[in-house]
């Protein structure tokens, strides 16, 4: 089952227990460390006013990362593994802000066109003091 396919049936039928038996088959690791930036609503996304430009946000265990839906990750893992050695199409970021946008298990903040500089400044960062 192709990934779209995956997100089409969980926006449809839900996040059940035959799909997330499916997705730790799948992805193993990566979808067990996705649930729980689900659960734990580890997830961001962020509505920019007057625009309506959206970025997403997955918060990590260091710092928080850039998501572009199903392309992209500011993580290593997606660096190495994806872009480099080509060994995966995803790291779990991406995988947690798919599902987290189909069941609507995120937050969502709207702020100020004029905060969009700052922010991202704040999102490349290297770490994330806590």
Request: hydrophobic residues 40%; aromatic residues 14%.
């Amino acid at each position: 089952m192709l990934f779209e396919e995956i997100l089409t049936s969980i926006e449809k039928n839900g996040l059940d227990e035959n799909m997330k038996k499916l997705l730790e088959e799948l992805y193993g690791k990566k979808f067990l460390k996705a649930i729980k930036a689900v659960n734990s609503f580890s997830v961001k996304k962020y509505i920019f006013l007057p625009s309506n430009r959206i970025v997403w946000i997955v918060i990590g265990k260091k710092r928080e990362y850039f998501v572009i839906p199903r392309i992209y990750c500011q993580c290593n893992e997606f660096y190495i593994n994806v872009v480099i050695k080509r060994k995966s199409d995803l790291c779990y970021h991406i995988l947690a802000q798919a599902i987290a946008e189909k069941i609507g298990k995120y937050e969502t903040y709207e702020v100020s066109d004029s905060d969009f500089i700052r922010l991202n400044a704040e999102w490349k960062k290297e770490e994330v003091d806590k």
